[in-house]
């Protein structure tokens, strides 16, 4: 895709492949080796495939997949994670949820990425475990400006995502997000939600909700109930972003072992991912939108991959779905 990009624009773009994740440690032992790191460090965006899959499932194991994957958001210091969430009309048969509910559904996740319990010390002997949570003033900042300054450019709508009545880290980040808003984006209309109750209301009236921000953990779950709203897990991208242009582009999806080389997988949320790449990294703003575009018109015209069927639509292969979209890239 990205390949086909440069040569309708113009463009000419360098690519490395490294190894991370499960075949990082069948080749040198090291979910994220040095060489991986070093070309990320050298490169101006990075495009993400999934780290796991069964062969290395066993979460007691000492070396796991997904260390290499919180390595590398550290390493790059990608602390802001954009999902957002928008739904085609076409598609709305495709989700669990009622169609009345998904119109005018258009918002996004802001997950903070590089903090909290996924980074916390760990603990564990045969009797108990611990997983310490901690966040920092200057973590919740920064990501509460980052998605402030997104709601500026939307509805001003933005609604940050705690658990204030149970515990302390969630405190903090209330008192900094609703002090970071007041000093400087007074403008914005500032809700405060119980995580629990949010997971709730995605699913009852997610058209009410604009820019979401959250902690690490929360994040994660609340994107993938969100997933649902799309259709598929299968349709939603991500950029990783920090303090420099250079960042980190995946699916929110991982891997698929269930239709590992049957060639049925939805690529849409690897091809918005690139969108996000082109506009966020390179910033390619006509492209990103081509691709964007691209992608919602494929859609329009009927095409589906398996994931998301519902009835008698000609079901797309991997391979048939990205060339359609290409086919609208001029």
């Not at 500032?190 to 949010?198: F, K, N, R, S, T």
């Not at 609340?222 to 709203?229: C, I, Q």
């Not at 849409?268 to 018109?297: F, K, P, Y």
Request: glycine share 8%.
């Amino acid at each position: 895709m990205l390949q086909h990009v440069g040569e309708s624009f113009g463009h000419r773009f360098k690519f490395s492949a490294q190894l991370i994740g499960g075949v990082a440690i069948d080749a040198v032992g090291n979910p994220c080796p040095d060489d991986t790191l070093a070309s990320c460090r050298d490169s101006d965006a990075i495009l993400l495939g999934a780290v796991g899959g069964p062969k290395w499932s066993d979460p007691n194991a000492a070396v796991r997949p997904e260390q290499g994957l919180l390595a590398l958001r550290a390493e790059l210091g990608v602390y802001a994670n954009l999902r957002p969430v928008k739904i085609f009309d076409e598609l709305a048969g495709a989700s669990p949820i009622k169609h009345d509910r998904l119109q005018g559904v258009d918002l996004m996740v802001v997950r903070e990425l590089t903090g909290g319990i996924y980074f916390g010390e760990k603990t564990r002997d045969e009797d108990s475990a611990s997983d310490l949570c901690t966040y920092h003033r200057y973590e919740i900042e920064r990501i509460v400006r980052v998605a402030a300054r997104l709601a500026q450019n939307r509805k001003g709508n933005l609604c940050s995502v705690d658990k204030a009545n149970i515990l302390e880290t969630s405190r903090l980040w209330r008192d900094v997000c609703t002090q970071t808003i007041a000093d400087e984006f007074g403008g914005l209309k500032l809700e405060h939600m119980l995580v629990d109750a949010a997971a709730m209301h995605l699913i009852n009236r997610p058209a009410d909700f604009d820019v979401i921000v959250t902690e690490n953990m929360f994040g994660d779950i609340l994107t993938d109930e969100a997933s649902m709203l799309a259709g598929s897990l299968g349709m939603l991208p991500s950029a990783s972003l920090g303090d420099t242009t250079r960042g980190l582009y995946e699916p929110i999806h991982g891997s698929a072992p269930d239709i590992a080389g049957r060639g049925i997988a939805n690529p849409c949320g690897m091809i918005a991912s690139v969108a996000m790449l082109l506009r966020h990294s390179l910033d390619l703003q006509e492209a990103a939108t081509l691709v964007e575009n691209a992608l919602r018109q494929v859609i329009a015209n009927g095409a589906r991959t398996a994931d998301l069927a519902t009835g008698d639509e000609a079901v797309l292969s991997t391979v048939e779905m990205t060339e359609a979209i290409m086919r609208h890239i001029a």
